[in-house]
């Protein structure tokens, strides 16, 4: 009797122990990756200005544009413009200026004067939206406005830089492209061919993303370091697990949106480092826009930005943080963040 007593003591003892344990497990969960948890933050006021040199050659500032302003229609863009380019750049003095060159050649064989490049100064140290803006006037000989330099007073990371650019254009379709110059430019032809089987006539949402998976055996991947080697297929791996396994290449820095992409996507993009590639894909693919993965021209450009290990360990955390926040409901995609 007393042994039954005990026994039955021991079982609701377990049971609440157990039922402790596992709320414990989940409130702290929640908890951390609250706490891990990222939120852009809001740009300053002189951010949301641009500078450019005139025809006299006086730099001049003006205020951005929003690409959420106006009606759902696609073609509402702004002067006619058609691509708008962004490159988030930090401390580009050495890589930048081939990038430009050549993708000023094929903008103004392609589109005339209807493109713009907004070159998103992360806070660099090394002058270089001084440099740009001179390139510009000096080298280039473009018109105002068709170089614009955001320069952003303190760093974000690639992400938040991307996101400013992209909320900022004129254009009809925004691309991003690295400053290294790492894809080939001409290219963009075949992404916006792409985009526009996409978008219909309507002009729907819809992405069109550079690819590499096509040069995995290729000289471009193969001599790339071990180490580099190892760390890419391994997030490559954390992708797949966390993240999307409908996307063979989700880092490649050259992909491109149409503005109603841009509007359903951009506002709500919450990571601001290395892996916001992974959370635009999952916006997308979360609110059905349609995705096209293209086969770009590649190569290795020296002077990467990537701290190897420290930014390696940050991209999984974050990659985790994100799948988690999206499941917990602490990243909301209807919630302009
Ligand atoms: N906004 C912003 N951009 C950055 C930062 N670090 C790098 N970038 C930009 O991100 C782009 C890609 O940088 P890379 O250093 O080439 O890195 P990566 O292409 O991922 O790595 P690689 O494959 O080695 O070239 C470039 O346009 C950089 O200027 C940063 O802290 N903030
Ligand atoms: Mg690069």
Redesign the pocket.
């Given at each position: 009797m007393i042994f039954n007593g005990f026994k039955q003591l021991q079982n609701v003892d377990f049971k609440e122990f157990l039922a402790t344990a596992v709320i414990g497990l989940i409130v702290s969960g929640y908890l951390i990756v609250y706490l891990l948890s990222h939120a852009p933050r809001l740009p300053f006021d002189e951010e949301l200005e641009y500078q450019t040199i005139n025809g006299k050659g006086s730099l001049v500032k003006k205020r951005l544009p929003n690409v959420s302003r106006g009606g759902k229609d696609n073609n509402d863009h702004d002067d006619g413009i058609i691509l708008s380019v962004v490159?988030?750049?930090?401390?580009?003095t050495k890589?930048i200026s081939s990038m430009l060159a050549d993708a000023i050649v094929v903008l103004q064989k392609e589109m005339t004067h209807k493109w713009e490049i907004i070159i998103?100064d992360?806070?660099s140290k090394d002058g270089t939206s001084e440099y740009c803006l001179n390139l510009a006037e000096k080298v280039f000989q473009l018109q105002e406005g068709q170089l614009r330099v955001v320069k952003?007073s303190k760093?974000?990371?690639?992400g938040?830089?991307?996101r400013h650019g992209l909320l900022h254009i004129r254009g009809k379709y925004g691309l991003f492209a690295?400053?290294?110059g790492?894809s080939r430019f001409s290219d963009v032809n075949r992404l916006i061919g792409s985009i526009k089987r996409l978008e219909g006539p309507q002009g729907k949402p819809a992405v069109a993303i550079g690819s590499r998976a096509h040069m995995v055996n290729t000289d471009a991947v193969v001599k790339r370091s071990f180490i580099r080697n190892l760390l890419m297929y391994g997030l490559h791996a954390l992708v797949f697990v966390f993240g999307i396994r409908s996307i063979k290449d989700t880092?490649c820095?050259f992909k491109l949106f149409n503005r109603n992409a841009i509007r359903s996507i951009f506002p709500y993009l919450h990571t601001e480092g290395?892996i916001f590639d992974v959370e635009i894909l999952m916006l997308a693919l979360r609110k059905n826009i349609p995705i096209s993965e293209v086969a770009i021209s590649w190569h290795?450009?020296d002077?990467?930005?990537?701290d190897l290990a420290r930014d390696s360990i940050n991209m999984a955390k974050d990659l985790v943080v994100i799948r988690m926040a999206y499941i917990l409901r602490i990243y909301k995609d209807n919630k302009e963040c």
């Amino acid at each position: 009797m007393i042994f039954n007593g005990f026994k039955q003591l021991q079982n609701v003892d377990f049971k609440e122990f157990l039922a402790t344990a596992v709320i414990g497990l989940i409130v702290s969960g929640y908890l951390i990756v609250y706490l891990l948890s990222h939120a852009p933050r809001l740009p300053f006021d002189e951010e949301l200005e641009y500078q450019t040199i005139n025809g006299k050659g006086s730099l001049v500032k003006k205020r951005l544009p929003n690409v959420s302003r106006g009606g759902k229609d696609n073609n509402d863009h702004d002067d006619g413009i058609i691509l708008s380019v962004v490159v988030p750049s930090y401390n580009e003095t050495k890589r930048i200026s081939s990038m430009l060159a050549d993708a000023i050649v094929v903008l103004q064989k392609e589109m005339t004067h209807k493109w713009e490049i907004i070159i998103v100064d992360d806070g660099s140290k090394d002058g270089t939206s001084e440099y740009c803006l001179n390139l510009a006037e000096k080298v280039f000989q473009l018109q105002e406005g068709q170089l614009r330099v955001v320069k952003l007073s303190k760093n974000r990371g690639k992400g938040g830089a991307v996101r400013h650019g992209l909320l900022h254009i004129r254009g009809k379709y925004g691309l991003f492209a690295d400053a290294d110059g790492a894809s080939r430019f001409s290219d963009v032809n075949r992404l916006i061919g792409s985009i526009k089987r996409l978008e219909g006539p309507q002009g729907k949402p819809a992405v069109a993303i550079g690819s590499r998976a096509h040069m995995v055996n290729t000289d471009a991947v193969v001599k790339r370091s071990f180490i580099r080697n190892l760390l890419m297929y391994g997030l490559h791996a954390l992708v797949f697990v966390f993240g999307i396994r409908s996307i063979k290449d989700t880092q490649c820095g050259f992909k491109l949106f149409n503005r109603n992409a841009i509007r359903s996507i951009f506002p709500y993009l919450h990571t601001e480092g290395w892996i916001f590639d992974v959370e635009i894909l999952m916006l997308a693919l979360r609110k059905n826009i349609p995705i096209s993965e293209v086969a770009i021209s590649w190569h290795e450009v020296d002077g990467s930005k990537m701290d190897l290990a420290r930014d390696s360990i940050n991209m999984a955390k974050d990659l985790v943080v994100i799948r988690m926040a999206y499941i917990l409901r602490i990243y909301k995609d209807n919630k302009e963040c």
